[in-house]
C-alpha cells in the first residue's frame, strides 16, 4: 500500500484530492496522511447551527467544512493528523483499518483499543479510555475510503469549544455527532509528533512516504470538486430539513415560506441583533482565504 501526503494545509483542497484519488486518480490502494489548518467539518449530513459555535469559529479563525462522508462533527488543527485509507473496493471491512492501525501502534509500546463504532481509543494516565481517533466511510460502485481524525496535539480546549451548539432547533432530520471525551496521544506519549505517527505507520506498512506536489491542483477534476466543496450550496444549503422554534422550516439552505436563503439578510427582521450576530457571525474571511486553492 502506497503512502502519500499532502503539504496543503487548507482543507477544502485536501478533500478535494481525497476525492480525485477515490474517483480514479491515483493507482489503489493507498493511504493518504494531510494536516489542516484549524476547521471544523461536519458530516454531510450535519447541521451547522447544531453542531457549531459558530460565533467562536469565526472569532478565534476557525474555518467551517463540509465533507462528503457521513458521521459527526470533529475539530482539525496542526495537531491532529488525518488518514484516509483508499481502496479499489465498493465495499467497505469497516473494522479492517482500525486494527491495521492499532498494530502499527503496537510496534511502538502505544497500546490502542477498538469501540463498536471502530473509533480508535487510548486510555489516560488514570486508565481511563478516551476517544483518541473517528472515523467516516464513503464508497461508490468503484472505490471507498475509510477516513479519520488521530489527535496527536491537539487544542483540545478549542475543541471542546468549537463543537458547542449555536442554537438546538425545535426539530432537525440531520445526523447528531456522538460526543464522547477525547485525549491527544502527547498526553500519555509526550514527544510524539505527526510525522513520528507517520514514519510509524509507513514503516509497518514497509514502505516510504511520498509528498504531494502543487501539479496535482491543477486538475480539472480536483479544481471542480474544490469550487463544490467552497460553494454556499454545499457548505449552508446541504443541510437537512429543520425547523425553528417559530415554526420556520429551512430545507436546504432555503426558508420554505420565503424561498429565500436561510441568511443574515432574509432573518434581518425576524431576529434581535444580538442573535443575528450569533446565527450569521461574518464567515467572509474565511471564503475569501479559503477559495485560493494555489
Known amino acids: 500500500m502506497k503512502v502519500l501526503t499532502s503539504p496543503f494545509r487548507n482543507p477544502f483542497i485536501n478533500l478535494a484530492l481525497e476525492d480525485f484519488f477515490l474517483r480514479g486518480g491515483a493507482d489503489l490502494p ?7 489548518r484549524p476547521s471544523v467539518v461536519l458530516g454531510r449530513f450535519q447541521n451547522p447551527w447544531l453542531e457549531t459555535n459558530l460565533s467562536y469559529l ?22 491532529n493528523l488525518n488518514f484516509s485509507f ?13 486494527e491495521l492501525l492499532t498494530e502499527a501502534f503496537s510496534k511502538a509500546d502505544i497500546h490502542l ?30 472505490a471507498s475510503f475509510h477516513h479519520g481524525t488521530f489527535l496527536v496535539s491537539s487544542d483540545l480546549h478549542k475543541l471542546e469549544e468549537s463543537l458547542k451548539h449555536t442554537f438546538i432547533p425545535k426539530s432537525s432530520k440531520s445526523i447528531a455527532s456522538v460526543r464522547s471525551k ?30 504531494l506536489s502543487g501539479e496535482h491542483l491543477s486538475h480539472p477534476s480536483v ?9 454556499w450550496d454545499w457548505l449552508w444549503g446541504e443541510t437537512p430539513l429543520f425547523e425553528l422554534q417559530n415554526g420556520l422550516l429551512v430545507r436546504k ?33 474565511q471564503h475569501r482565504l479559503s477559495i485560493q486553492i494555489f
Not at 493507498?30 to 489542516?36: E, G, P, T
Not at 476557525?62 to 462522508?69: D, F, G
Not at 463504532?117 to 472515523?135: A, V, Y
Not at 502527547?186 to 514502505?207: M, S, W
Request: aromatic share 10%; charged share 30%; glycine share 6%.
Open 253 to 285: 439552505g432555503i426558508i420554505q415560506s420565503s424561498g429565500k436563503k436561510f441568511d443574515r439578510e432574509s432573518m434581518e427582521n425576524e431576529l434581535e441583533r444580538i442573535e443575528l450576530e450569533r446565527f450569521f457571525p461574518d464567515f467572509s474571511e
Open 182 to 211: 477525547v485525549i491527544s496521544l502527547q498526553e500519555v506519549h509526550p514527544g510524539v509528533e505527526i510525522k513520528d505517527v507517520i514514519d510509524l505507520v509507513a514503516h509497518y506498512l514497509k514502505t516510504i512516504p511520498f509528498e
Open 86 to 98: 483508499i481502496t479499489p473496493d465498493g465495499t467497505i471491512d469497516r473494522k479492517k483499518h482500525a
Open 113 to 142: 483499543s477498538i469501540s463498536p463504532r471502530n473509533d480508535l481509543w487510548l486510555n489516560d494516565l488514570e486508565g481511563h479510555p478516551k476517544k483518541i481517533s473517528g472515523s467516516a466511510y464513503k464508497q461508490t460502485k468503484e
Open 58 to 79: 469565526v472569532s478565534n479563525d476557525i474555518w467551517l467544512v463540509r465533507r462528503q462522508s457521513g458521521g459527526g462533527c470533529v475539530y482539525h488543527d496542526e495537531g
Open 223 to 231: 479544481q471542480d470538486s474544490f469550487q463544490k466543496l467552497t460553494h
Open 30 to 36: 493507498l493511504l493518504f496522511f494531510y494536516v489542516n
